[in-house]
């Protein structure tokens, strides 16, 4: 295709737009991104990623940046207004994908760097170039820009934010799960260094509840909810007032952002129709207490980006895109219902219902921070579903100091322990690895992988390029088994109605 008809248009240039076409280019895929603003946003808003997503943005290419570029936050404590402690969420040290449990960032450094490595691949990145319509046909997705431009694809995705034009073309209802505040957000620069223990801490007290976490390096963020009895357009001048009590004043900080923002929890009803599709805030928006915003968009790119993959080398029909949606949308809407019971827990103004909560929780707070609670493993879609632990996120360890993905790369990855290896026949090894995929074996005494084989009752694993496993199997016959089911299951796809136009 020429410069201006590409294998995918990506609309929206923020950090979910940017994944995904980067997952797209390394696998040799053309990529448009248009983005309606003519310069990249300055100003924080994400400011956190977990480890999973870590994890993808290193099999992106930025793994070295993104250790410069962020703050790990190992516990996330919940306080009432005298300082009991109701709930600490966290673990010290990596969670599974190999990264810290949290990450905190700046977001413009983190789009920076994604940029800078779409640009790097050859992405053409249009901006000041808004869509204002498209039509989709037997082939291609035609996107028409506000200079009069028609950008032909054969797949688009929109990526384009809570006020998503691409949504909203599509005529995508939205479901509304009914939770909404209003909140004044601060972002400071602080003028000298503080340490802050622990790093993440939401004040639940009903005289203003209150966010209190790091913005990234150097940065701090403040969060007030806006009571009832507040104008809307008053908060916004009270910034410097409500810091002062944190001793943050104008002489030692600079306010870098402040901005009124209603929380919302919501997902759109689907997320692909033909050839467009959805992913990030476009798709899904929730409440930021479970830090999952972002998130859930970093993982709408991964799922999607391997799909996209196959579908346009055609190694898979085009209804492989049905099960994108499929999984992702059990995932984020847990995300967004674990983030509105965060949210009931902070967002009480009233005292008496404070005082009731605070005497529930506070006995159950023990020495150790408690882990969240996982988000649900994918259940349906492209995995195999007679197989053990099938759609499970599985992990990342090390291999000669290194993680295993800056070794190995990501995506397709038959892995076993190398006491036991594992050898495909030659017809099963030429198909997968036309998929990108590779055999494995890693030290059987790694600490990571042998515990979890161990624990799984496993002696291979089939990684998938979003990091989820297709399946496991007890022996070499297995896996080989486990190989041949993946290929009937990208190859033989039923479509499900009303997909495709």
Request: charged share 25%; glycine share 8%.
């Amino acid at each position: 295709m020429s410069r201006t008809d590409p294998d995918v248009a990506v609309v929206g240039c923020g950090p979910v737009g940017l994944t995904l076409a980067v997952l797209l280019a390394q696998r040799g895929h053309s990529v448009t991104m248009l983005e309606r603003w003519a310069h990249p946003y300055p100003l924080p808003r994400a400011v956190h990623i977990d480890h999973e997503v870590a994890r993808v943005l290193q099999s992106a290419g930025i793994g070295a940046e993104l250790t410069r570029i962020t703050e790990p936050a190992d516990v996330y404590e919940w306080r009432n207004g005298q300082g009991t402690t109701l709930l600490r969420l966290g673990r010290v040290g990596p969670g599974g994908s190999g990264w810290p449990l949290s990450l905190m960032f700046h977001q413009p450094a983190l789009e920076a760097v994604l940029e800078n490595r779409a640009r790097d691949l050859g992405v053409e990145i249009r901006r000041g170039c808004p869509v204002t319509d498209f039509s989709q046909h037997q082939h291609v997705v035609a996107l028409a820009t506000a200079d009069g431009e028609v950008v032909k694809a054969r797949y688009a995705v929109g990526c384009d934010g809570a006020n998503s034009t691409v949504r909203t073309l599509l005529d995508v209802p939205m479901v509304e799960l009914g939770f909404f505040y209003d909140w004044l957000i601060v972002d400071v620069v602080l003028h000298d260094d503080r340490v802050f223990d622990p790093v993440n801490v939401q004040i639940c007290d009903p005289a203003r509840p209150t966010t209190v976490v790091s913005g990234g390096p150097g940065r701090r963020r403040w969060e007030f909810m806006r009571l009832d009895h507040e104008p809307l357009d008053e908060l916004e001048t009270r910034a410097w007032e409500l810091l002062e009590p944190w001793g943050v004043r104008p002489d030692n900080a600079t306010l870098e952002r402040r901005a009124l923002y209603t929380f919302a929890a919501r997902y759109a009803e689907r997320w692909r129709s033909g050839r467009v599709l959805l992913a990030g805030d476009a798709a899904h928006q929730m409440p930021p207490f479970a830090g999952q915003g972002l998130c859930a968009g970093i993982r709408d790119a991964a799922n999607l980006a391997w799909k996209l993959d196959l579908v346009l080398t055609g190694a898979a029909s085009d209804t492989l895109l049905d099960t994108y949606d499929e999984e992702r949308v059990p995932s984020a809407r847990q995300a967004i219902e674990f983030s509105i019971e965060l949210g009931k827990i902070i967002c009480v103004p009233d005292p008496e219902a404070a005082a009731a909560r605070d005497e529930a929780m506070a006995p159950l707070v023990g020495p150790e921070p408690t882990d969240a609670p996982p988000l649900p493993s994918i259940e349906a879609g492209i995995i195999d579903p007679d197989s053990p632990h099938a759609g499970a996120l599985f992990v990342q360890g090390t291999v000669s100091g290194r993680r295993f993905d800056d070794v190995h790369g990501a995506g397709w990855r038959l892995i076993s322990l190398d006491h036991e290896p594992l050898e495909l026949d030659p017809e099963a090894s030429r198909w997968f690895a036309s998929l990108g995929g590779r055999v494995v074996a890693v030290p059987a005494g790694d600490p990571v992988y042998g515990r979890w084989f161990a624990e799984h009752g496993a002696s291979a694993a089939l990684q998938r390029p979003d990091f989820h496993l297709y399946g496991t199997a007890a022996s070499p016959a297995a896996a080989a088994a486990l190989i041949d089911h993946l290929r009937t299951r990208l190859e033989i796809q039923p479509a499900r109605e009303g997909a495709l136009l």
